[in-house]
């Protein structure tokens, strides 16, 4: 029996992000970006190169500067020469840097969004149930670019700004240490400005990116229901609602310029009121004789020079808090616990049975509400047992547990007597087949959705599979067959042939198990019969476990278990329940009195179709 505790395997990195030995943003950030080093240390070298040069140019005038005063000809030939030289030497250097910058930034958000997108894949489906669509992909696609620019921009933008107001104060304070002092005075202060604003830049960058993915997520579920928006006539809904996140992006993208625009404005004023000082004391001494006119230009010079890295500085400090408000955000992501789904506790033998056996189980979603109670029962190999029961009765969660989409609470669910914690979740659910009601299909051709339940099956396989669930006829319909473009979820095809291609994948897949949730209930009669007469190829010799809607369709399975609040209040066949189960009697008297589409009970392993996460009684916390 697996403990308690086993729950869903958790992979190695899936660790608590509380725990003390995450280290902070910077050190993790840096960590992801260790494997470029070798590019970024070409591209650090590279600047050294380009800086060096330019911090040269300042002795070249000097020279000139003195050598005219002095009436010496022979300077503007010198001056000319070096600043070729040094012009060409600093553009090889830059165009290596830039190439290398790029290099280094497209192939680190390459791999970052590679590493954060495979990390999503592995999250349980809880997750999915509480996060938004939008949320993850502003994430996956805004986060990594901010963090993108600090790798191909910032890191080395600020070596180059470090190590030209160094290299120029180093040389001023060579030329004249007096000025250099009157200078150094400033430091401390631009280093205050930066950063008291720096702080306030990561806050509110970080809810500029909160906003974005709230837009993100409107635009997501707006097209995802665009059908329902315009035959509400909810156009002008739509538009408010996005005007609306967008006022919301815009607020605090204010904010944060508002920061930026006290930020530089503040360091430049330092800044400037050093070099009017500066100004002020060399050209008194020029003035007396006491300094050289040429170290006076050059110290000028080198001061610019210095000047605008210093400032620059603080755009790239504001730059670099923008980063780490995103890294926190993708760090959030990447330490969600995710499933392991290669884990296993125990092996299993690969000659399935498909028995199923559920033995006192009991469940609850993550709002504290229990909708299982002491579940048992058991589905034989090769058998048909339906689940019947009114909406919320906790027919879906059932199957939801046995695909281990979510985790029991107490009890054991047994499939070919091994406990479904020890084993591994892909072989679990390789063993397992579904066919929803609600098909989920990807925007491809025919051929890439069929092949989808196995990735390795040849074209005559994937004709083979269409031909079984009844596709192949209208496949061949299509202009270009099996490489049609279906459309976003399918939209260019009719409600019974989208189920077609379910169970055609699902017939690829080959699995022991199925389970269903009933696939004709939305459909007209000539799509109802073509696709009952697939599925009862599809359950041929399989274990099946069908959640029944409509009770006609199931009175010849094996075994149906009527559910009511969480609880199994009868089991046996069609015609037992009939006498022995008020609830059940009910039920089937209803429907057949209803106003619901009548059909013929269908024969055993003929119908069945959805997973749990598309039935009536699915939670979303």
């Known amino acids: 029996m697996a403990s308690a505790e086993a729950g869903t395997h958790l992979t190695a990195d899936a ?17 992801l970006i260790r494997p470029m080093w070798r590019p970024l240390l070409l591209a650090g070298l ?19 500067m003195d050598g005219i005063l002095s009436g010496s ?82 890191l080395v933008e600020i070596v180059s700004q470090v190590v030209t107001v160094l290299g120029a104060a180093v040389l001023m304070f060579v030329l004249d240490w007096r000025m250099s002092l009157l200078i150094f005075v400033a430091v401390p202060f631009v280093v205050a400005v930066g950063a008291i604003f720096g702080r306030q830049v990561r806050k509110v960058t970080g809810e500029v990116q909160k906003n974005v993915a709230d837009l993100t997520s409107i635009m997501e579920q707006t097209f995802g229901a665009i059908r329902v928006v315009k035959s509400f006539a ?25 920061i930026s625009a006290i930020l530089g404005p503040a360091v430049m004023l330092i800044v400037v009121s050093t070099l009017i000082g500066v100004l002020y004391y060399g050209g008194h001494r020029v003035v007396v004789g006491t300094l050289p006119a040429g170290e006076f230009v050059a110290f000028l010079i080198y001061m610019v020079m210095m000047s605008g890295p210093a400032t620059g500085l603080t755009g790239q400090y504001t730059q670099l808090q923008q980063a780490l408000a995103a890294s926190d955000r993708i760090f959030s992501l990447m330490d969600t616990a995710g499933e392991d789904l290669d884990a296993s506790q125990n092996g299993h033998s690969e000659n399935a049975e498909g028995r199923i056996e559920f033995s006192d189980v009991s469940f609850s979603y993550d709002n504290g509400e229990k909708v299982l109670h002491e579940v048992s029962f058991d589905v034989s190999p090769g058998e048909t047992v339906a689940l019947v029961g009114p909406s919320g009765a906790g027919k879906s969660t059932l199957v939801s547990l046995l695909l281990r989409f979510y985790e029991i609470d107490s009890g054991e669910i047994f499939v070919d007597g091994t406990d479904i914690r020890e084993l591994g979740l892909r072989a679990l659910r390789s063993r397992i087949g579904l066919v929803a009601q609600d098909v989920a299909l990807f925007s491809g051709t025919v051929r890439d959705n069929i092949r989808y339940g196995k990735l390795s099956a040849t074209d005559a396989e994937v004709e083979a599979a269409a031909r079984a669930a009844n596709a192949h006829e209208f496949v061949s319909g299509l202009e270009n067959g099996y490489d049609s473009l279906i459309g976003e979820r399918g939209v260019k095809l009719s409600g019974g042939q989208r189920q077609r291609l379910s169970i055609a994948r699902t017939l690829l897949s080959d699995p022991g198990i199925l389970v269903l949730d009933e696939a004709t209930s939305n459909l007209d009669a000539e799509s109802e019969a073509l696709v009952q007469d697939a599925v009862s190829r599809l359950m041929a010799q399989k274990t099946a476990l069908v959640i029944a809607h409509r009770l006609s369709t199931v009175v010849n399975a094996d075994r149906i278990v009527v559910l009511d609040s969480g609880r199994i209040v009868a089991q046996g066949t069609h015609a037992e329940l009939m006498g022995s189960s008020t609830l059940y ?29 598309n039935s009536e009684d699915s939670r979303t916390p």
């Open 234 to 258: 909810r156009e002008d809904h739509e538009q408010q609602r996005f005007a609306d996140g967008a006022q919301k992006v815009f607020d605090a993208s204010m904010r944060q310029a508002k």
């Open 46 to 64: 590279a600047t050294l190169g380009a800086t060096g040069a330019t911090l040269a140019l300042p002795w070249s005038v000097q020279y000139f």
């Open 73 to 154: 000809e022979g300077a503007l030939g010198v001056l000319a020469t070096s600043l070729l030289l040094l012009f060409a030497v600093q553009g090889i250097f830059s165009s290596a840097r830039i190439y290398l910058l790029a290099y280094a930034g497209q192939s680190f958000v390459k791999d970052l969004m590679v590493r954060v997108y495979s990390r999503t894949q592995r999250f349980p489906l809880n997750y999915f149930d509480r996060e938004r669509t939008g949320e993850l992909i502003s994430r996956i696609s805004n986060d990594t670019t901010l963090i993108r620019n600090l790798v191909s921009n910032n």
């Open 585 to 613: 009697r009910r039920l089937y008297t209803k429907q057949l009195g209803g106003n619901q589409k009548s059909s013929s009970p269908t024969p055993k392993n003929c119908t069945r179709a959805k997973s749990a996460t």
């Open 15 to 31: 660790t608590d992000p509380n725990d003390p030995a995450k280290e902070n943003t910077v050190f993790r950030l840096a960590g």
